[in-house]
């Protein structure tokens, strides 16, 4: 919650993130807080880009809201600019040979004067990328040449005015158009921030955080984009050499003719792909290259055939195998991967109702009097928030504060004591709860209201029960669910009791409205578990290598400072849906062996990442201030399994990158295959037990425990190190060590 400070909190820098932009979205918290933003982005690494020249690394933004409404095949940001030397996708160069052109005069004639009306359209934009200049290219420079030939994408727009979705207008701004929807954006709006205009203009084929579709969601499309730049590469090639116009003219034709059908292969409508831009570029590119740019063009026409054969093939539905699988990004298609929108853009249900329980004549009259009698008498600790100018007072174990104001931590006198443990007695459970805090809110008049929002500060307990005593005058609470379809209220009478709990708080606010029939007193008690411990709580969903680590204190334990809770996970799929996370701030997410593990396994790795990266929106979607932690998967002692752990690791840190709020507890420190160090002991014969492959033993499950520790109270940079340095530590650099962790220390 916004406004709610313990002393003992730190403020804590994030690791290994890059700077957002955008704020995330802030749920009216507390009232009075204010401060909303409606902009809620997705960090995408697609593809993730540093450009050396520019030293600057750029990130292309999801827009979590706008669904996916079609697999279009992306553009990765690697074919957006030029020069790009930390591309995530290599083409095959193998296959990249030089190929044989011919040109047919009457294409070029005709896709002369489609070029120039194309230039009208993207008028205003630099001349570097006007399609008139195509046909004087300067052939020294052959990669500029093609790049210049863009859709308006990655154009500084200068022009007319231009609205960012933000809503902002002005003119001191630098704007970048989607080279699909055309929408100008403020580069600060898609993080682009800190990109120059000269930079800007590099970018190709620009996509907006809306347009933009995750690779990741498409796996068809990184063998798309891999063969494309080939082409690319290979076109480039061509215009080194020289040849006669007749040949160039054939080759043209053929390549047209090739490219043609590569297109209605992409747009077969059973593969649910639309034909890419870059496709559509590529084919104007054939078009509308210029006669003097061919000469020489008599060899390896049969390459680029092949070339186009196998951009073909990479299209047509995979079987299970994975022939065009670059090694960093592309997994195994499946034949049960959804081509339909993730079930996190659906709405989320409210699972719960506002309030568990109300109950009235709990508070005797006679303690009401004596309660009655403290407030009048505490009057000093009283101080007043908000607009309504009611007036609290706090009794707690630690200090809190509250819309903006700040309470020592005190000790409940005996008459608050004593009202607690009747109220306790309200709710059946087995274990009674913790409740050591009680805020008491004094609403003097009918004038005295409090607006609607959640008890959702960080520092509540997340399975802490409120519950809230009324005396004096009856007001009413009125509820409000999160898409406002429901609506309720309830009449809080003299001497009743109201209990909720922290978990309604994410799908309900509340409110006391103002009363103008109401000239009498309410003093209000509301009781809660608070404590700065809950800033680090934690869930945990995991497998059976997590089943021992608890929480708590003494060895392979998070300690005192990290509260939570483990649930068993056993698969990607069986993680559960958000609403039943609960109001975690840290959640960890260590399963996936089990489901990459052929024995069992029906799902190819593409549909379990697409699964586990869903789930992970979701999460935070419902919960924007939890944090995520995907823990990467151990190795094992089988080692076919092992190369399957090492792919799907990388997927996990692709979806890490890419996900707000979502990072990568990187467990490279257990090396590339489970040593007996950390796996299972035979105690009996005193020897590993070499027969389990997959379990840690006592040292490995304390050595887990460090690393989510540590992930939680942030106490490395695993997750910056990771991904993008393959320093110590880095799983990457443990699996071409084979495994052997000589030198490595735990953190
Ligand atoms: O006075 C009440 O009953 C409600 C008070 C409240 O919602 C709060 O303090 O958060
Ligand atoms: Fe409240």
């Known amino acids: 919650m916004t406004d709610v400070d313990v002393k003992t909190t730190k403020k804590r820098g994030a690791v290994g993130r890059p700077k957002k932009v955008v704020k995330s979205p802030k749920k009216n918290s507390r009232p009075d807080s204010g401060d909303t933003c409606n902009v809620d982005f997705d960090y995408c690494p697609c593809k993730s880009y540093i450009d050396e020249e520019l030293s600057v ?16 095949p992306p553009q990765p940001p690697s074919l957006m600019m030029s020069n790009n030397r930390n591309s995530p996708i290599t083409p095959n160069q193998s296959t990249t040979k030089k190929l044989v052109l011919k040109l047919d005069p009457s294409i070029l004639k005709n896709n002369q004067s489609e070029a120039e009306e194309q230039d009208s359209l993207y008028s205003g934009n630099n001349s570097s990328s006007s399609l008139l200049d195509v046909t004087t290219p300067d052939t020294e420079k052959p990669d500029e040449f093609f790049d210049s030939l863009s859709s308006p994408g990655g154009k500084v727009s200068k022009k007319t ?3 960012c979705p933000c809503g902002k207008s002005d003119t001191k701004s630098t704007y970048i158009i989607c080279a699909k929807c055309k929408q100008n954006w403020h580069n600060r709006c898609c993080n682009l921030t800190g990109l120059t205009q000269m930079a800007i203009k590099k970018l190709e084929f620009w996509q907006c955080p809306r347009c933009y579709i995750c690779p990741l969601l498409s796996h068809q499309s990184s063998n798309l984009h891999a063969d494309i730049k080939s082409i690319k590469l290979q076109m480039n090639s061509v215009l080194e050499t020289t040849k006669t116009n007749e040949d160039i003219s054939n080759d043209i034709s053929i390549l047209k003719a090739q490219v043609a059908e590569l ?26 290259f210029p006669l003097e740019s061919f000469s020489n063009l008599d060899k390896n026409m049969t390459d680029i055939k092949e070339q186009i054969t196998t951009l073909q093939s990479s299209l047509v539905k995979q079987p299970s195998g994975n022939a065009h699988r670059s090694p960093s990004r592309n997994y195994p298609s499946d034949p049960f991967t959804p ?15 506002p309030f568990i329980k109300y109950q009235t004549d709990v508070v005797s009259p006679e303690l009401k009097e004596r309660l009655s009698q403290h407030v009048t008498e505490s009057e000093r600790r009283f101080k007043a928030v908000g607009e309504g100018s009611r007036e609290v007072a706090y009794y707690g174990e630690y200090d809190y504060t509250y819309s903006g104001v700040k309470h020592e931590k005190l000790a409940m006198p005996d008459v608050i004591k004593e009202l607690l443990n009747v109220v306790m007695t309200c709710e059946e459970c087995d274990t009674p709860p913790v409740l050591n805090s009680c805020l008491i809110t004094k609403y003097s008049s009918g004038n005295n209201h409090i607006p609607f929002h959640r008890d959702d500060e960080p ?54 409205p ?26 945990i969903l995991g497998d059976s290598n997590s089943a ?57 790795q593409s549909y379990l990442l697409h699964v586990l990266e869903s789930k992970c929106q979701e999460y935070v979607k419902v919960y924007p201030k939890l944090k995520i932690y995907i823990s990467t998967l151990l190795p094992t002692r089988i080692s076919y399994l092992n190369r399957e752990v090492e792919m799907f690791n990388r997927g996990i840190l692709d979806i890490c990158y890419k996900l707000k709020n979502t990072h990568v507890i990187d467990n490279s420190i257990f090396g590339g295959i489970l040593s007996d160090e950390y796996g299972r002991w035979n105690v009996r014969e005193q020897r590993p037990l ?58």
């Open 548 to 604: 021992n680590i608890r929480f708590g204190t003494g060895s392979g334990n998070l300690g005192a400072w990290v509260p939570g809770k483990r649930e068993k996970v056993g698969h990607i799929e069986a993680l559960p849906d958000a609403t039943e996370i609960g109001p975690y701030r840290n959640l960890i997410l260590h399963t996936g062996i089990n489901s990459i593990n052929t024995n069992f396994r029906k799902r190819s």
């Open 690 to 747: 070499t027969s389990d492959a997959l379990h840690l033993g006592k040292k490995g499950i304390r050595m887990l425990a460090v690393n989510f520790k540590s992930a939680v109270l942030h106490k490395n940079k695993s997750q910056s190190r990771a991904r993008f340095n393959v320093g110590r530590g880095s799983y990457r650099d443990a699996l071409e060590r084979g495994g052997h962790r000589d030198g490595y220390q735990s953190s």
């Open 263 to 288: 297109v209605k292969v992409t747009s077969d409508k059973e593969m649910n792909v639309e034909l890419s831009p870059t496709l559509n570029e590529a084919i104007k590119k054939v078009s509308i």
């Open 514 to 539: 103002s009363d103008d029939l109401s000239n009498d007193m309410r003093v209000s008690f509301t009781f809660r578990n608070i404590s700065p411990h809950f800033l680090n709580s934690t869930k």
């Open 459 to 512: 520092v509540i307990d997340p399975e802490s029960r409120i519950f809230t005593v009324s005396i004096g005058a009856s007001r009413s609470m009125s509820f409000v669910n999160n898409d406002k379809s429901q609506k309720k209220e309830i009449l809080l009478e003299d001497r009743s009791v109201l209990i909720s709990s922290r978990y309604a708080q994410d799908f309900w606010k509340h409110s006391i």
């Open 161 to 163: 005015k231009k609205i």
């Open 57 to 72: 690394e750029c990130r292309v933004l999801v827009r979590r809201e706008s669904p996916p409404v079609s697999l279009v």
């Open 339 to 353: 081509n339909t929108r993730s079930s996190h853009f659906e709405e989320t249900k409210t699972p719960c109702e």
